[in-house]
């Protein structure tokens, strides 16, 4: 199974920042979104990371020229048709990834290995949508992509040693630390992340202590770069609840049940950087 084009599918900042990390490894990529804007929005992210890199002595301005080169952005989804992979990375909603999934088996070429970025949703969903469940796997990077060395490469019950061990060997070629994984909700890090994120929650909620200090506790005293609510704030409260209510959907751990404080915050809108308010406040 040899890759040398690469779809992306999703307009969010993981498939730009998984775009990058294939064309800087060589790979031509077809970076596909639903609207003209959201494609110019994706080419302008990556040119403006590519920028950022010339500037810190990180890459020549040849190097960026050719990383951008190999990118093409496009609105239609026929585009993907002679890829040898495709990523998705739409929103966490199974249906729409089922959706998507059984689409993009109609459109490429039989032997192109369909991939999933999701962090928690099982993939052998996905692949049953298809035609080809054997093609099917999970390669998920994490954010950004560019800087995060770790790819969970997921293995569904259906998926071939051959699909396995391409995608392995791709997330490899791309400068990354492939760990592989079998096809359980949260896979390694969100299944262990994510009852801790939801404890601190908790903490704060039962007034252990402050949301400032319970960051500053982790960070201290754990070593952690980031505390659990600036770390929230930066997931997205309602992506980490989705998480969380995917995780509780298969292990029904009380552990995975959403804290009512998260719940309540997603509901009232405050959803962390993306809504500048989440447990912090982001708006000055």
């Known amino acids: 199974m040899s890759i040398t084009r690469v779809g992306i599918v999703g307009s969010g900042i993981m498939g730009s920042g998984i775009a990058e990390v294939a064309a800087a490894s060589g790979y031509e990529v077809v970076l596909r979104s639903r609207s003209q804007v959201s494609a110019n929005a994706m080419v302008a992210a990556l040119d403006k990371s590519l920028a950022k890199q010339v500037e810190k002595g990180k890459r020549t301005e040849s190097d960026a020229a050719d990383i951008a080169a190999r990118v093409h952005a496009t609105t239609h989804l026929g585009e993907l048709v002679e890829v040898d992979l495709v990523i998705e990375s739409v929103v966490e909603d199974l249906s729409v990834k089922k959706d998507l999934f059984a689409e993009l088996d109609s459109i490429c070429k039989p032997d192109t290995i369909l991939a999933t970025n999701t962090s928690t949703l099982p993939v052998v969903e996905m692949a049953m949508a298809t035609g080809r469940p054997e093609l099917v796997c999970g390669i998920h990077f994490f954010n950004p992509a560019p800087a995060m060395a770790l790819v969970e490469v997921v293995r569904p019950i259906t998926a071939s040693d051959g699909t396995v061990s391409a995608a392995l060997e791709f997330a490899g070629a791309c400068g990354k630390d492939p760990v592989e994984v079998k096809d359980q909700a949260g896979f390694i890090v969100n299944a262990l992340l994510f009852p801790y994120l939801n404890n601190s ?33 930066l997931v997205g409260l309602d992506t980490s609840l989705a998480i969380l209510d995917a995780l509780y959907e298969e292990f029904r751990d009380p552990n995975y049940a959403a804290v009512p404080l998260l719940r309540r915050m997603v509901t009232s809108g405050q959803l962390g950087r993306k809504s500048q308010k989440g447990f912090y406040d982001y708006s000055r």
């Open 201 to 233: 929650v908790r903490l704060l909620e039962q007034g252990v202590a402050t949301k400032e200090g319970i960051d500053a506790a982790m960070k201290g005293g754990c070593g952690f770069p980031m505390g659990p609510f600036a770390l929230l704030d």
